[in-house]
């Protein structure tokens, strides 16, 4: 990025309208990825100078608690729906759940789910990192995921959201080709990086399912509508990608989870949907736009 | 600027928890236990009863719900008071009707303010639990253990010279413990708390004291109050939970934490009483306290 500038010159404008034409696999019109955030909170964290982990003195045991009931109960709840419908995930992953809690990454490699990095640590913020800091916190995510999964990680979406300015160029660099973190288009796009190349994936801030129930306070089924509704317009757009970011603490709660279910069962039977993970909408994005070049 | 190095060191990276209270377990991989007459969900009603002084106390912090405008703040003060002089009959009533008890996270203040209400609880036969002293008895990390230790102290000294029992559960203001309180609880002779809230059955810390969860995200306060929802829509949510768990089939705990001030006024309360009543009547039911739903848990431990 142009660090310090007022346009970070991210990517280059391209209007929605006149774009090459993408179809999906099986002649879908809308890819459809789920992104569970499997996510490990401290306790007791450091302070970063830039934000406080937690509102309250530690232990913020409302805070600690809420998000500890994914890994105890709400995990498997929410996996179990998904699975049952044919929705396999695209694990956005506080690394540091391989050595916390690795029954529930070990759960979701069972249920043949891809996994990126989401940090070291939903309390460990990057900003002001130095690049050594940043490339140590990248290594280890390699590392990490690779020894726990077998997997090499292709994605990143910043833990927190917390950036640099050299985090797109350095996880190109050591060769991730997705990003999660920007949020300025319904299909894949190409990111301007120093080397490498990355591409953006429509994650999501606004069907996240922390939006819908914290910022936009929506009742359990009102969320559910919002997802049938966001996918019933993509899916009549095409070429486009729909993700359902979720938090199984949330979700996973048991007023929630049978109308989450109920939007999962309308996406799985409209048929106009091709439920697929982060990378393979990657690949098939890269794989079309090379035969448009050909 | 950059960060400290010991910013990306983890020393409390390992298999289980960055703290020792109590033990990593998921809940399907526990023994089995099934609630009395072998039904699945215990349907457990927690009523919390506040006085809110009309000078607030912000140290270590303000009780949600307290006093909001400039001295003398009338309007907050008596909303919440409402709760203690109308609400809670309806509630009390709605009980009755469902045939069922509850739990009444209480303030000491309300036992000293109100002993005529204190004795319709008791003689209703619900139980009373420990909810601190008074809405400006809130605990974080910060206050001296002593005084910790005395608001505890005081708390139950004063409800059990109201109810003739000591009680045997807490619930922090806010669900808020400091790094001293379960060790405090524990001391002060608790079976059982109620703060932590990642779980849907009850577990024991380290030290041997039971929490049982009163998740904060089915309270009428955060669906209500908080998200600004119906009392209709807080209805349904129940009813879409108790489905939920009830098909899963496994037993679990289905808290249905009330404030009176909130879901008791008259627009509102026939929605919970139609609730109780459409819950009454499911085959996998079983309405408890938090006592009971704590003692069927330990006993088959």
Redesign the interface.
């Given at each position: 990025m142009h660090e310090g500038e007022a346009d970070p010159d991210l990517y280059d404008y391209t209007p929605y309208r006149g774009r090459a034409k993408i179809t999906w696999p099986g002649g879908k019109s809308v890819a459809v990825w789920v992104a569970p955030n499997l996510e490990y909170y401290e306790i007791d964290p450091p302070t970063h100078p830039k934000r406080k982990p937690w509102t309250k003195p530690h232990p913020d045991v409302v805070g600690y608690s809420h998000r500890d009931h994914s890994n105890r109960v709400s995990h498997w709840r929410m996996a179990d729906v998904m699975t049952k419908h044919g929705f396999p995930g695209s694990v956005s992953l506080s690394v540091a759940m391989c050595q916390h809690h690795p029954e529930v990454v070990a759960d979701g490699v069972k249920r043949g789910w891809e996994f990126f990095s989401h940090g070291i640590y939903n309390t460990r913020y990057a900003y002001d990192m130095s690049e050594e800091q940043e490339r140590a916190i990248i290594e280890d995510s390699i590392a990490t995921v690779r020894a726990a999964t077998g997997q090499i990680i292709r994605g990143w979406l910043a833990p927190a959201l917390t950036h640099t300015p050299h985090t797109l160029d350095l996880i190109a660099e050591y060769g991730l080709d997705y990003t999660c973190d920007l949020y300025h288009d319904d299909q894949v796009q190409p990111v301007k990086t120093a080397t490498g190349n990355l591409v953006s994936i429509p994650y999501s801030l606004e069907v996240n399912d922390h939006y819908g129930f914290f910022v936009y306070n929506m009742s359990p089924r009102e969320y559910a509508d919002t997802l049938v509704r966001q996918y019933e317009r993509l899916a009549d757009e095409g070429g486009t990608v729909m993700c359902i970011p979720l938090h199984a603490y949330l979700i996973g709660q048991p007023h929630r989870i049978g109308p989450f279910e109920e939007a999962l069962r309308h996406i799985a039977a409209d048929g106009r949907a091709w439920l697929t993970r982060a990378g393979d909408i990657v690949d098939a994005y890269r794989e079309q736009i090379r035969s448009a070049q050909r | 600027?950059?960060?400290?190095?010991?910013?990306?060191e983890?020393p409390?990276?390992?298999?289980?928890?960055?703290?020792e209270m109590y033990r990593?377990?998921?809940?399907?991989?526990r023994k089995p236990v099934i609630w009395p007459g072998g039904k699945s969900v215990a349907i457990w009603a927690c009523v919390s009863l506040e006085w809110f002084p009309i000078v607030p106390n912000d140290t270590?912090?303000r009780a949600p719900g307290h006093i909001q405008t400039a001295y003398p703040d009338y309007r907050h003060y008596t909303a919440r008071d409402y709760g203690n002089r109308v609400g809670v009959y309806r509630l009390l009533d709605g009980f009755a009707k469902a045939g069922m008890k509850a739990s009444f996270a209480t303030n000491s203040a309300i036992a000293e303010r109100y002993p005529e209400l204190i004795a319709d609880i008791v003689a209703a036969g619900h139980e009373v639990i420990a909810h601190s002293t008074d809405m400006n008895g809130t605990i974080?990390?910060?206050v001296p253990v002593d005084e910790e230790r005395a608001l505890i102290a005081r708390s139950l000294e004063s409800l059990e010279r109201a109810t003739g029992t000591r009680p045997q559960g807490w619930l922090?203001i806010?669900?808020?413990?400091?790094?001293d309180t379960p060790d405090l609880l524990r001391e002060a002779g608790l079976r059982y708390c109620c703060?932590?809230?990642?779980?849907?059955l009850p577990y024991r810390f380290n030290n041997g004291l039971i929490n049982l969860?009163l998740?904060?995200?089915?309270s009428d306060r955060q669906?209500i109050t908080?998200?600004?929802?119906s009392a209709d829509?807080y209805a349904?949510?129940?009813r879409?939970?108790?489905?939920?768990?009830a098909g899963?089939g496994a037993a679990?705990v289905?808290p249905l934490h009330l404030t009176p001030y909130i879901m008791a006024l008259p627009y509102r309360i026939g929605a919970l009483e139609d609730l109780l009543t459409d819950l009454r009547s499911r085959p996998q039911a079983w309405f408890a306290t938090g006592a009971e739903i704590v003692g069927a848990w330990e006993a088959q431990q």
């Open positions: - | 600027m950059t960060l400290d190095p010991s910013y990306i983890y409390k990276r390992r298999h289980g928890y960055d703290h990593w377990s998921a809940i399907h991989e270590p912090f974080a990390t910060g922090s806010a669900r808020s413990q400091s790094w703060d932590w809230v990642n779980d849907e969860p998740n904060h995200e089915l669906i908080v998200q600004q929802q829509s349904q949510q129940m879409d939970a108790f489905d939920w768990l899963e679990r289905l």
